[in-house]
């Protein structure tokens, strides 16, 4: 039966999702700052992808699962080439669409349930 997480996890992931709360109320309360705002939640936006992309990979190597190795790597492709050649809004768009892929692949596939 698996341990429930450690409360710094659950509370450090917490904190990890302030960023994105935090730019859109930036933009609210300072518009003439919002191309920063946007800049800097791009920026950890693609560092969060990064983080539970390159995550996958030992889980994969531990449990001796490939294709978790190749997903992994497609998607973070999709991600440095999105980051790299769409404007701002595009990349953010791209995101959020990734981050919604990684939630839908950690909750459906039997290898990312101990995590």
């Known amino acids: 039966m698996a341990q429930p997480l450690p409360r710094h996890a659950t509370a450090l992931a917490c904190c990890g999702l302030l960023p994105y709360a935090a730019a859109p109320l930036s933009c ?3 518009p003439e700052h919002r191309q920063l705002a946007a800049q800097w939640l791009a920026a950890y936006s693609f560092g969060i ?4 992309l390159g995550a996958w990979w030992g889980l994969a ?3 001796r699962c490939p294709a978790a190795l190749y997903f992994s790597n497609g ?3 999709l991600a440095f080439f999105g980051r790299a050649l769409l404007p701002t809004a595009g990349w953010l768009a791209l995101a959020a669409l990734l981050m919604i892929a990684i939630w839908w692949v950690e909750g459906s596939y039997r290898l990312f349930r101990p995590q």
Do not use: Q, S, Y
């Open 61 to 63: 190597l531990i449990r």
């Open 28 to 30: 609210l309360l300072w």
């Open 49 to 52: 992808a990064c983080f539970l």
């Open 75 to 77: 998607l973070f492709i």
